[in-house]
């Protein structure tokens, strides 16, 4: 079953099993174990990606929010500048 659907978690699941079966460990205890590894190991991906986020929206930030900011903020200066010198 691990080779055909070729999912870490599920060959994770598979060995728990045979490892189980082969040495005699509780089952019920052994599934635990393997469901909070499977946890903590999804819990360390999902902060790896927060932690790649604010490198990410840069960009996004600097084309969008910047030159909207900056509008804002001197749009009012150089109108004032434009209807002065005329």
Do not use: C, Y
């Not at 999912?7 to 079966?21: A, D, E, N, R, Y």
């Not at 902060?47 to 986020?53: G, P």
């Amino acid at each position: 079953m691990a080779e055909r659907v070729n999912l870490p978690s599920v060959k994770s699941v598979i060995g728990t099993l045979v490892q189980s079966l082969r040495f005699g460990t509780p089952l019920a205890q052994s599934l635990r174990n393997a469901a909070n590894e499977m946890r903590n190991h999804q819990m360390i991906e999902l902060e790896e990606r927060a932690n790649r986020l604010p490198a990410m929206l840069t960009v996004p930030v600097m084309l969008f929010i910047m030159p909207t900011m900056f509008l804002i903020v001197g749009g009012p200066a150089a109108i004032r500048l434009i209807d002065t010198f005329r």
